[in-house]
């Protein structure tokens, strides 16, 4: 699949919902499949990085299905997942997770500001229309000092490494997606990569939007991503 059947930005995010509500019910056992379950433990590391518990306020950005919902209900923080898909929102009440969860578009966020001390979302930047704006609103609903969590997909550097995961990523996963679930989504998918800043970039615009302490961590030889960033207003 070509670069060009992206969507533009003007089409992109009813397209990209269109997308998920397609894939909602077969998304996570896929994800499974393609991570080899190591999803799952990125979740893991981020929550930890951020050290969400007790008496924190998470906002789940883009929750999906609840992955990240969960985890951080398990912890004994007070979850509000945010998605604007509806399927993938009713795979969340699904699993019964002790999270508010509310269909809405993440850059105009239905919270008052300064809600949450702690916020996550996982492999959702390159569907966003706007990261700056993203990270604005994001900013808005952060309590003075609150910590963020991004986790997201990444290409390797290095030329062998890179060109295995390329094969991997851009030819068996479209495949294997197209056959088990929806051959146009999980085309869009690893081709989706596109829409991410170079790294310095990403950082200029996080830290633009008022974020501070901004580090990032590779996982997995570069294929995955962690960016950990707290509020201004810490001492």
């Known amino acids: 699949m070509a670069l060009a059947a992206l969507p533009p930005d003007a089409d992109k995010q009813a397209s990209v919902r269109a997308m998920f509500d397609r894939i ?10 393609f991570t080899a379950g190591l999803d799952q433990r990125w979740r893991r590391l981020a929550v ?6 007790p008496g ?3 906002l ?3 929750c999906g299905t609840g992955d990240f919902a969960e985890l951080a209900a398990q912890r004994g923080a007070r979850v509000v997942g945010v998605d604007f898909a509806r399927e993938m929102l009713g ?5 019964a997770i002790d999270a508010a969860l509310i269909q809405a578009d993440c850059a105009r966020l239905p919270l008052p500001s300064g809600f949450a001390t702690a916020a996550v979302c996982g492999f959702a930047l390159r569907n966003f229309v706007s990261l700056p704006q993203i990270f604005a609103e994001l900013a808005r609903v952060m309590a003075a000092g609150g910590r ?4 997201e997909v990444d290409r390797p550097t290095p030329g062998w490494l890179r060109a ?4 991997y990523f851009d030819r068996v996963v479209p495949l294997l997606g197209g056959l088990l679930s929806d051959r146009h989504a999980y085309a869009y998918l690893p081709q989706s990569t596109s829409y991410l800043p170079p790294e310095a970039e990403l950082r200029r615009q996080i830290e633009d939007a008022g974020f501070r302490y901004v580090v990032r961590r590779e996982r997995m030889l570069g294929a995955a991503q962690i960016w950990t960033v707290l509020l201004r207003g810490t001492t």
């Not at 909602?24 to 499949?33: E, I, P, Q, S, V």
């Not at 963020?148 to 986790?151: I, N, P, R, S």
Request: charged share 30%; no cysteine; aromatic share 6%.
């Open 164 to 167: 295995s995961h390329s094969f």
């Open 148 to 151: 963020v969590a991004l986790l």
């Open 91 to 95: 795979g969340a009440r699904r699993r």
């Open 60 to 62: 789940d950005l883009a």
């Open 56 to 58: 924190d306020r998470v």
């Open 24 to 33: 909602a019910r077969r998304y996570d056992g896929l994800n499974r499949l």
């Open 48 to 53: 930890d990085a951020i050290g969400i518990g």
